[in-house]
């Protein structure tokens, strides 16, 4: 199956700035979906990434597949405490498994 | 609306004692069902997948099976657990595969 690369690991922001986490596949992925997971719980699904080239945005976060559909990137503006957490990209290959990378774990400065 | 169960939240057993984690997912039929393992700081290892009644796929060779004995019933079983082991256990449910909803998970500490 797929193998997910992503990073940073670790992410240590400023409360107020932007960051970017990127994911990568070793194959073409049938979709791209990103999790949210605090401290202590358990992943949230945030959102499914189907087409080439895709961006869909949340609020405050940017999600965004790439045009082969092996890569994407989650951008967060204006960080906040509340964005504290580990984020997964998961790739989705046609065998409908679900890869997930190691996460990039997000801390905030007030 | 779905809801899925998971227990106990935590466990800790001796090595070589069996262990039996139970999922239960409510409002949906037929759902996919799913045992990921989470180490401490790392990402989610898929271990067992379901796609019905009696069908398991194992992904990962090792002392842990899966059953599933009802529709709505995913079970992770052991009969000898070993130090390695140790680890946060997460059941999944979908059912058109936009999105996994996990449990809130068992973290699993072998002594």
């Known amino acids: 199956g797929q193998q997910v690369m992503q990073i940073p690991q670790y992410q240590h922001v400023q409360e107020g700035e932007d960051f970017t986490t990127y994911c990568n596949s070793s194959?073409?992925?049938?979709?791209i979906q990103w999790y949210k997971q605090r401290p202590g719980g358990h992943p949230v699904f945030l959102i499914q990434?189907?087409?080439?080239?895709e961006v869909k945005k949340q609020k405050r976060l940017t999600f965004q597949f790439g045009e082969a559909k092996k890569n994407s990137s989650l951008h967060i503006t204006a960080t906040q405490t509340t964005d504290v957490g580990t984020y997964f990209c998961?790739?989705?290959?046609?065998?409908?498994?679900?890869?997930f990378g190691a996460g990039t774990t997000v801390t905030v400065r007030a | 609306s779905q809801t899925i169960h998971q227990w106990p939240a935590t466990l800790v057993q001796p090595v070589g004692s069996p262990l039996s984690l139970e999922c239960t997912v409510e409002?949906?039929?037929?759902?996919?069902l799913y045992w990921y393992r989470q180490a401490a700081g790392r990402g989610l290892q898929l271990l067992f997948y379901?796609?019905?009644?009696?069908?398991i796929s194992s992904e990962v060779p090792q002392n842990l099976s899966a059953s599933r004995p009802q529709d709505r019933q995913f079970i992770l079983s052991s009969k000898k657990l070993l130090l390695s082991d140790s680890g946060f256990y997460l059941c999944?449910?979908?059912?058109?595969?936009?999105?996994?909803?996990f449990g809130s998970g068992t973290r699993l500490t072998v002594v």
């Open positions: 194959t073409t992925l049938s979709n």
């Open positions: 998961a790739g989705q290959g046609v065998d409908y498994k679900l890869s």
């Open positions: 999944a449910w979908t059912v058109d595969f936009y999105g996994y909803t």
């Open positions: 409002g949906t039929s037929n759902p996919n």
């Open positions: 379901s796609v019905g009644i009696g069908q």
């Open positions: 990434l189907v087409k080439s080239g």
